[in-house]
């Protein structure tokens, strides 16, 4: 039974305050009691005191108290407390909401969706399975979890015809191909070379057909090979924070931004099974009839003449499912305006030129939108892209312009929401923006259309440049502003040139846009908007990150700092908070180091050192606080400072995309060629009691990972809330290390009852694991390993995507998954926690 200080907001006011209640499991245990035993004092309690009395229990007790009572209790939980008391416990989970169905006329079913998702993060953690098995090992997921997505050009995928509709009868019928096999004898070979036909046997009409193929034949030869996968760019994500199915995907053959199912033309393990079981009965039938002479397609009601004589089987579907919608075709190439970009009705209109221009994507994304009141009001895919034109003359710059499309299923104005089926996606309100200028991080608010962009020092195109200042920037050279980061690698772009970093983040608006309208030289200027505000850093920004209202981000530095800015008002952000990692670090040790040497100083000397929440420092602060930190490293020893590269660059912030950042935090990424990479958990010390999630809560490191990884890989991270995957690649090869973080009180019976989090331990079983809190808060439950995760070495991109039900994952050994017939083994491969 948990004993939780907190409970539902709607009853915050009633309840008490402190960090542990120590009533709670009694109040629960003598209302259940007194339930079993009929005694009326459940029933003669209010809806309001019986609600206030269930928000103690955890999710075994609500279920004993909700389904497992006497007849009386449970009615009146089903009548009229069901909806209340499944949706408190659902929401007090951290659970990404449920998805948006405006036609169902049935009130969401919240205590099936409760166990739905347990049941899902048990799969993942393999809990219940070490449990029952009685092992403390990690547990690898069941081969049935795993499914393979073989990623092709469009003149390798067979998609149904124009009169044929996805989802008619005879679109996905199975059927069996019929391929050559080397149990023929010679003359069998010859008569078969010299028949260019495919012939193809359709199950449900009994009969055969001998029909041509649309396909080239070369796809199913063992000889031929698909051309290879490549992955520049983030180039898919999952819509949905929950269980859903839908993905935005980048196609890296056409460049076409595609929404699909993520489980749409997939191999999985069931089908290679009953592929393989067909070729070894087909083999058994061609070793027993291969002396029979077939010449010509006989009677399948002839029993003594066999149709398959010769021939090896081959299951697959008749077609493969096309996209649900294209967002970006490829016909929108071929209809690009370069007037719109770079003509007279542009910021370029003072240095036009023609030239070669060249398109590369950044990027795609998906965004979700939350109301004040926390729930989801839709869903945002965007897509970043840069079009450089190339310089005429030796010494001419490039120009270059940034354009950010976004689709929404929702109107920001009116809020009216679209939903589609399960054959169409509803993103109909496209907004663009573009920029004159090239940014290097950028991020997308979808509950308030904005996008916060940083762009190059020197290359920004809402900076103003004095004489002086440039005269300066040309004579320090980019070799200043590289010195200026404490890192020694990620200062680079892809071609080798060196990123200036700024500390400046831009605010710009969305701009809506409607492609069926001709352009106009007013529409041209609009979709390059002045930005709405600015935000300025104490060093140069390396990362940032918005949460999913809009009111907070969190922006990581070059020099291993972070800051909280509050942008609740989008025209005047203001800064709330200044975390540092060294001194975070440090501050720990510093009593300890000067508790001996500075008992004469006054209190104001021992802190001066010390970095304010608030302001930033200044240089004098700096220096001083740089003495105290040495003298401490000094009396630290190297060996004993658990994190090893405090001053690295944040090069990544992870937020929860249907969590606020005061709800459940969020970790940042620190990455260092020696010692590889360091991930940082930042919570508030009140986030479990009933005043957490104000803003005025401030932020502190509360865990830290030493990611057991390969320090040359770079590697992926998701955070949900409650979920950490990290995928990588260590001695072994490509892996996924599953960590728990505690982000409710109802999982603290876990953390509680786990040898595991009681210390720090160290080894594989620790994961990397460092609780810094007097309480634990994260631990590590899990690594994935399979055949089919395999082929990417450290230089190839590794990219996740990952919800409450899925991860996908980019692969090069799908065909130790499944084969679809083509000989694919590059694409995607998609973990199904549903069983």
Known sequence: MSKRPFSPKSRAHARPSVKRCPSGGEVIDAAINAANKDINLPQELCDDSLLHVLSYADTPSLIH??????????????????????????????????????????????????????????????????????????????????????????????????????????????????????????????????????????????????????????????????????????????????????????????????????????????????????????????????????????????????????????????????PKQVLYSVDDYFDLDLNEYFGEHTPFQNRRRSGNVTSDWVGVDSHSALSESK????????????????????????????????????????????????????????????????????????????????????????????????????????????????????????????????????????????????????????????????????????????????????????????????????????????????????????????????????SSDTTAGKPSDNEPEDDANIRESNIHDDIALLAIGEEEFPHKHPTSKISQIYLPRHLTAQKCGFVTKQRNAEHGTTLLIWQTPDMFLEEAGKSTDHFKVTAMINVPLSAQCHPEVHYDGRRLLVFGKDHIGLIVLVYHVLGTRFDQDEFNDSDKTKHNTKGEESGGVINLDEECRVKFVNRIRHAGLDGLEYFDSMLMTANERYIVLNTKAGHLIGCDGRNASEGLLIIDLEN
Not at 452 to 477: K, L, M, N, W, Y
Not at 496 to 519: H, N
Not at 553 to 576: A, F, H, M, Q, Y
Request: aromatic fraction near 8%; charged fraction near 25%; include cysteine.
């Open 375 to 602: 729930s989801l009001t839709g869903t945002l895919i965007g897509a970043a892209r840069i079009l450089t034109m190339e310089s005429e003359g030796r010494g001419e710059e490039e120009l270059a312009c940034t354009e950010v499309f976004t689709w929404s299923n929702f109107d920001h104005e009116t809020g009216e929401i679209v939903v589609g089926d399960s054959n169409s996606s509803p993103y109909c309100f496209k907004h663009v923006v573009k920029v004159a200028g090239s940014f290097y991080f950028l991020d997308v608010c979808a509950n308030k259309h904005k996008v916060f962009a940083a762009f190059q020092a020197g290359s920004c195109p809402f900076e103003v440049i004095t004489h002086d200042d440039a005269e300066v920037r040309r004579r320090a050279g980019s070799n200043r502003a590289l010195a200026e980061i404490n890192d020694n690698e990620s200062v680079v772009n892809e071609d080798g040139e060196p990123i200036r970093m700024s500390k400046t983040i831009f605010c710009l608006p969305l701009m809506k846009c409607d492609d069926a309208q001709p352009s106009t030289p007013e529409s041209i200027r609009s979709q390059f908007p002045s930005p709405d505000s600015s935000i300025k850093a104490q060093y140069p920004v390396s990362s940032f990150s918005i949460d999913p209202t809009g009111n907070k981000l969190v922006v990581g530095t070059v020099n291993g700092t972070v800051e909280i800015w509050d942008t609740s008002r989008s025209t005047k952000p203001r800064r709330v908070q200044l975390l540092s990692v060294r001194q975070a670090f440090l501050k720990r040790h510093r009593a300890m180091t000067f508790s001996h040497t500075s008992k004469h100083l006054d």
């Open 65 to 322: 108290f909700a389904r497992g009572t006497n007849n009386a209790i449970r009615d009146r939980c089903r009548t009229t407390l069901d909806y209340k008391i499944w949706k408190d416990a659902f929401d007090c989970h951290n659970l990404a909401p449920l998805d948006i169905e405006t036609n169902s006329p049935n009130p969401p079913d919240y205590y099936s969706a409760l166990r739905r998702r347990l049941t899902l993060f048990s799969n993942l953690s393999g809990k219940a399975k070490r449990h029952k098995k009685q092992v403390k090992h990690s547990y690898n997921l069941p081969s049935r979890f795993f499914h393979f997505v073989p990623i092709l050009p469009n003149d390798l995928m067979h998609y149904p015809p124009t009169g044929v509709e996805n989802n008619s009868a005879n679109a996905n019928d199975i059927s069996f191909h019929l391929v050559d096999s080397h149990h023929h004898g010679g003359s069998d070979i010859a008569a078969r070379e010299d028949d260019d036909s495919e012939h193809l046997i359709d199950l449900e009409d009994g009969d055969v057909n001998v029909m041509d193929n649309d396909l080239d034949p070369t796809m199913y030869s063992s000889n031929f090979d698909p051309p290879p996968v490549e992955f520049s760019c983030d180039s898919y994500s999952l819509t949905s924070a929950g269980t859903g199915s839908e993905l935005v995907f980048l196609n890296p053959f056409s460049g076409t931004v595609e929404v699909r199912n993520v489980l749409d033309n997939a191999v999985g393990y069931d089908e290679s099974i009953l592929e393989q079981a067909m070729l070894q009965a087909s083999e058994s039938i061609l070793n027993q009839r291969q002396q029979q002479d077939s010449s010509s397609l006989p009677n399948y009601d002839d029993e003594g003449s066999e149709v398959i004589a010769g021939e090896a089987f081959h299951r697959s579907s008749m077609y493969d499912t096309p």
